[in-house]
C-alpha cells in the first residue's frame, strides 16, 4: 500500500528527434503552509509517449513539441500530476500540489466513494464527501454509508460499537492510520472510537488480505484512515455536535506553518454525555455516560533539495465511560451488589515517525523508515469483574522501493520488520501475560504488463517467538477485459494472535463464567494464533445508463480458517474460548450498483450474502448474530451550487437486516429465555446539510428514523447479579430514534 | 455533427462540438454552465476539446446550448465568447493566449 514510487517518471534514454517547435518553463511544488518552490528532476513529458525531459536545478525545462502532440504531463514524486492540453503554447509554467506521502491519490473535488479501475486491489475510496454524510462522529460510525462494513454493538450496556467486514469480526481487518497499523491489540474494539470523524481526510477499504509490506495481520482487509496532515488539513477546522441522548462533542484542528520545510497541525477533540437516559425502560442507560479527550499533534518535513520527506504525529487519548443501571455511579457502586455498572478509563499514548528519502539522480528509487510506538492502560469494571489491561508495543518498518530494468513496468518494494507486543491483562483471577518479538522481512513485486493487466506479487516470513514461523504469501492481478470492466483476483494468507478478552469486550456485560480451553482462573494458555486464507473475486463494470454514468459491482470472497480461537457461547451462563477442531469458513457475495439518475442525485443500491459458520464443540453452526442477508441503499442529493458556494444537501440510507442465529439459552429458566432466532429489520439514517459559504455549514440528521428497537436486549435486566444476566446477546439497535445537529466551520489553507 | 436518438420515448439530442479550453478549471466550468433544465448530459474532453451534450429540443435549441458555454468564457464551433467574459476568467484559463501561466486551481 505504501508506495514511494508512484508517478510514471522516465528514464534516462530519451530519444531525440528534431522539432520545431519548444514549450519552456518552470515547474514549481506547493505544499499548504509552505512556500511555492522550484522542483528540480520533475518530470515533463508527452502524455502516452516516451517523449519527455526533467527540470534542471533552477526547476526549468525546454521540451520539444512531437508532430501529434495533444497533453503534456508533469509529475513529481510526492506531488500531483498535473496534464495540461496543448494549444500552441511557447510557454507553460506549472505548481504542482503536495501529496501525502504513501498515498496514490489526492482527495480532493471527487466523487464519494471512488471505484478504481485500475488498482489491483479491491478498495474503495470514501472521502470526506461521504464522510459527511454519516455525521457522527468517530471511526466506528464511518462506515453508515458503505455496504461492505457492517457496524454493530458488542452489548446493550456499553455502548461500544464494533466493525466487520465479510462477515468477520474487525479483529480480522487490519486497521492502519496513514498506513501504520493501528486499532490493534488490546484496541481492536474500543480503539475506533478514539479517531473523531472530523480529523479524517478519507478511508481507503480494501477487501481481501492485502498488501504484505504493512505485516500479517491483514485476513478480510486492510482499512487505512488517512488523517487529515499538515499538507491537505484546513487553516482552522471547528466541527460541534450534539445529539438527543445528549452526547455533546467539540472538534478543532489548527494549521501551524513554521517554515519553508515543516508544518505542523494541532488538533483537540473532547466529548461529554452526563445525561442519563433509558428510552426502553429496562432500566438500563441506553448511552454510556461519557468523557474524553484526545490530542494530536502531527509534523510533516518535505524538502525539494535534500530530497527528504517526513511525516511525525503524537496522539494522547484519556476515555473515560460509565454506564449500567440508571442511578449507577462508580465512586459509590462499584465492587457492591447494589446497581450494576460498568467504568472504563482508557488511557493512550501513540506515536509514529515515518520518513522518506527519494533518490535525485535514480528515478524510482527510494528508502523509507516507518516506526511507530503504542502505550496502552485499561482500567474497568463491569459489575463484578474487575479488569486491568496493559499494552506496550514498538514497530519498526523499513521499506526500500526501486524497478528492475529501464522503465518502471517491473518494480519492487522490500523491507524488514521487527513488532514488539507486551501484553498484561487481569479479570479477576484470570491473568493473561504474553511478549510476542516478531523480526520479519517482506518482498513484494508489482508487474505493470500494459494498461490491461496488473499483478503484484508478495510474500512476507516472519518470525514468531511464541509460535512457529509465518510465511504469508499474497497475490493480486487485475485484469482490464474492456477499457471499462476489470477483473480482479486476490489470494493470501494472513495471521494473528487474539487477546480474547478486549476482543468479545460484549462478554464483560454479563454473568457468563469464562474459561480458556477448559481453564477458569490463574494464568491463562496461549490459545494458537489464527491462520486464514482468503481468496477473493471482484468485478467491476462502469457505464453510462440514458447518459448518466453507472456502475456495478460484484465480489466473492472467502476466508478459510487453519487455525482460530473460538468463542462458545451456546451454553447459557458459560463462554469457552479454545482453539478450532474442524472447518470455519466465511462465504460471502455482494453486488452493488451505483448510478446517477438525474444530475447531483446519487442511488447506491447493495445486495450481501453471508454464510459464516464454524466447528464448536457442539456441531458446525451459523456464527451467531450475522444475519445472512442485507440490503442496502443510499439515495444522496445536492442543490445546485450559487455563486456565494450554498447549497443545499440531502441523503438517506435505508436499509434492512435480515435475521440471525441467536445463541441458544434453552437451559434457562423460561422468563430468562430467548428465541433462537433474531427478527429482521429495517434501519433508515438521513440527514440534511445546509452549506451557506465554503467557511460554514450545519446539519440536522436522524438515526434509525423508524425508531426499532430490539426487544429485551438485556437478558434479566431486572436482576443483574443472579447468573443469568446477559447483556451480549445483542443483534440490533438497542437505542431508538436519534436526532443530532451539528455545524462545522472552515477556513481554508493558504494556497501557496 | 449531430445526431437523434430515441430516449425513454422522449426525444434526446446529441450534440458533439469543439470548444475552446485549457484545464480542468475550464473543464469544470463548461460543465456546470450546462447544468440546466433541457440538459441530460454534458461531458467536455479536454484531451480532444469535444463537448458532448445530451438534450431536450423541446427546452432548448441548438443554439442555446452553443450560448450557454460561449456565455461562461468559452468559444465555441458557433459562438464566440465575448471578450468582456473572456477577460473575466482565470489567468490559467486564457484560451486565446499562446502562454498559459500556472495551471492551479
Redesign the interface.
Known amino acids: 500500500m505504501r508506495r514511494l514510487i508512484l508517478c510514471l517518471l522516465l528514464s534516462g534514454g530519451i530519444a531525440h528527434f528534431s522539432f520545431s517547435q519548444v514549450i519552456k518553463g518552470t515547474v514549481s511544488g506547493s505544499a499548504p503552509g509552505n512556500k511555492t518552490e522550484t522542483l528540480i528532476g520533475a518530470a515533463v513529458y508527452w502524455q502516452g509517449t516516451q517523449l519527455g525531459t526533467v527540470t534542471d536545478e533552477n526547476g526549468k525545462y525546454s521540451i520539444n513539441v512531437p508532430p501529434a502532440a495533444t497533453m503534456i504531463v508533469f509529475s513529481y514524486v510526492g506531488f500531483t500530476n498535473d496534464t495540461i492540453a496543448y494549444k500552441n503554447q511557447t510557454e507553460i509554467n506549472v505548481v504542482l500540489k503536495a501529496f501525502e506521502m504513501g498515498e496514490a491519490e489526492v482527495i480532493a473535488e471527487r466523487d464519494a466513494t471512488e471505484l478504481s479501475l485500475m488498482n489491483p486491489l479491491n478498495t474503495q475510496i470514501i472521502t470526506e464527501k461521504e464522510l459527511a454524510k454519516a455525521a457522527c462522529c468517530n471511526l466506528s460510525e464511518s462506515f453508515e454509508t458503505n455496504a461492505s462494513v457492517d457496524a454493530s454493538y458488542t452489548d446493550a450496556v456499553t455502548g461500544t460499537a464494533q466493525i466487520r467486514m465479510l462477515g468477520l469480526d474487525g479483529k480480522y481487518t487490519q486497521m492502519m492510520a496513514d498506513v501504520v497499523p493501528q486499532i490493534r491489540g488490546l484496541a481492536v474494539i474500543y480503539g475506533l472510537s478514539a479517531i473523531p470523524g472530523p480529523w479524517i481526510n478519507s478511508i481507503q477499504v480494501g477487501k481481501g488480505v492485502g498488501s504484505v509490506t504493512n505485516g500479517f495481520e491483514s485476513i478480510t482487509g486492510q482499512i487505512n484512515v488517512s488523517m487529515k496532515n499538515p499538507e491537505n488539513a484546513e487553516s482552522v477546522y471547528i466541527n460541534a455536535y450534539g445529539n438527543q441522548g445528549g452526547r455533546m462533542e467539540l472538534n478543532g484542528s489548527f494549521l501551524v506553518p513554521v517554515n519553508k520545510a515543516w508544518s505542523t497541525l494541532l488538533q483537540a477533540h473532547s466529548e461529554m454525555n452526563n445525561t442519563r437516559q433509558d428510552m426502553n425502560g429496562d432500566g438500563f442507560m441506553d448511552n454510556p455516560l461519557k468523557r474524553d479527550l484526545i490530542f494530536r499533534n502531527a509534523w510533516k518535513y518535505q524538502s525539494q533539495v535534500t530530497g527528504f520527506q517526513g511525516e511525525y504525529q503524537v496522539t494522547g487519548t484519556l476515555v473515560e465511560n460509565t454506564s449500567g443501571q440508571l442511578d449507577y455511579r462508580n465512586s459509590e457502586n462499584a465492587g457492591n451488589a447494589n446497581l450494576w455498572g460498568m467504568h472504563l478509563t482508557d488511557q493512550n499514548l501513540n506515536a509514529y515517525a515515518k520518513t522518506g528519502y527519494v533518490f535525485k539522480n535514480s528515478i524510482g528509487k527510494s528508502i523509507g523508515t516507518q516506526f511507530s510506538a503504542n502505550h496502552q492502560e485499561l482500567n474497568a469494571n463491569y459489575g463484578l469483574r474487575d479488569y486491568s489491561g496493559l499494552h506496550q508495543s514498538f514497530r519498526a518498518n523499513l521499506l526500500y522501493a526501486s524497478k528492475i530494468g529501464a522503465t518502471t513496468d517491473h518494480t519492487f518494494l522490500t523491507g524488514l520488520s521487527f513488532q514488539y507486543d507486551d501484553y498484561s491483562e487481569n479479570l479477576d483471577s484470570l491473568s493473561f501475560i504474553r511478549t510476542e518479538r516478531v523480526p520479519g522481512a517482506f518482498f513484494e513485486y508489482t508487474w505493470k504488463h500494459d494498461e490491461r493487466f496488473t499483478m503484484i506479487a508478495g510474500i512476507r516470513v516472519d518470525d514468531h517467538n511464541l509460535f512457529d514461523v509465518f510465511i504469508s504469501p499474497r497475490l493480486h492481478a487485475r485484469y482490464s477485459i474492456t477499457e471499462n470492466t476489470s477483473i480482479k483476483l486476490a489470494a493470501g494468507k494472513g495471521y494473528r494472535t487474539s487477546n480474547i478478552l478486549m476482543e468479545h469486550v460484549g462478554i464483560l456485560a454479563s454473568s457468563r463464567v469464562i474459561d480458556v480451553n477448559g481453564q477458569q482462573s490463574g494464568l491463562m494458555p496461549n490459545l494458537n494464533p489464527e491462520k486464514a486464507w482468503n481468496f477473493g473475486l471482484n468485478l467491476t463494470k462502469k457505464f453510462q445508463m440514458n447518459y448518466r454514468d453507472a456502475s456495478v459491482l460484484i465480489d466473492l470472497y472467502r476466508t478459510e480458517f487453519t487455525d482460530q480461537v473460538i468463542i462458545d457461547m451456546e451454553t447459557a451462563g458459560a463462554v469457552s474460548f479454545y482453539n478450532l477442531n474442524g472447518q470455519s469458513y466465511s462465504n460471502s457475495a455482494q453486488i452493488e450498483f451505483n448510478w446517477t439518475p438525474i444530475r447531483r442525485v446519487d442511488v447506491r443500491l447493495s445486495y450481501r450474502w453471508l454464510e459464516v459458520r464454524n466447528q464448536f464443540n457442539s456441531g458446525i453452526l451459523d456464527k451467531p448474530m450475522i444475519s445472512r442477508h442485507r440490503v442496502f441503499s443510499n439515495f444522496a442529493w445536492e442543490s445546485k451550487e450559487t455563486a456565494k458556494k450554498a447549497k443545499w444537501k440531502f441523503d438517506v440510507t435505508p436499509q434492512w437486516i435480515g435475521s440471525s442465529r441467536i445463541p441458544s439459552t434453552s437451559a434457562n429458566p423460561e422468563e430468562y429465555r430467548l428465541s433462537n432466532r433474531s427478527d429482521d429489520f429495517v434501519l433508515v439514517h438521513a440527514q440534511l446539510t445546509r452549506v451557506f459559504n465554503s467557511a460554514f455549514e450545519m446539519y440536522l440528521g436522524g438515526e434509525n428514523l423508524g425508531n426499532f428497537r430490539q426487544a429485551n436486549p438485556i437478558i434479566s435486566a431486572e436482576n443483574p447479579f443472579n447468573s443469568y444476566f446477559d447483556a451480549s446477546l445483542v443483534w440490533g439497535p438497542v437505542f431508538g430514534r436519534m436526532v443530532y445537529a451539528g455545524l462545522r466551520f472552515k477556513i481554508p489553507a493558504p494556497v501557496k | 455533427m449531430t445526431l437523434s436518438r430515441s ?2 420515448a422522449q426525444k ?1 439530442v446529441k450534440l458533439d462540438f469543439q470548444v ?4 480542468s478549471m475550464c473543464e ?1 466550468r463548461i460543465e ?1 454552465a450546462l ?1 440546466v433544465k433541457g440538459i ?2 454534458a461531458d467536455y474532453n ?4 469535444h463537448l458532448e451534450v ?1 438534450y431536450n429540443p423541446k427546452v432548448l435549441s441548438e443554439e442555446q446550448v452553443h450560448q450557454i458555454v460561449a456565455d461562461a468564457g468559452h468559444d465555441t464551433e458557433k459562438i464566440k465568447a465575448s471578450d468582456e467574459v473572456y477577460n473575466a476568467l482565470h489567468d490559467c484559463c486564457k ?1 486565446r ?9
Open positions: 430516449v425513454n434526446a475552446s479550453a485549457v484545464c469544470e456546470k447544468d441530460k448530459m479536454l484531451e480532444n476539446g445530451v484560451y493566449e499562446n502562454s498559459v501561466k500556472k495551471c492551479e486551481d
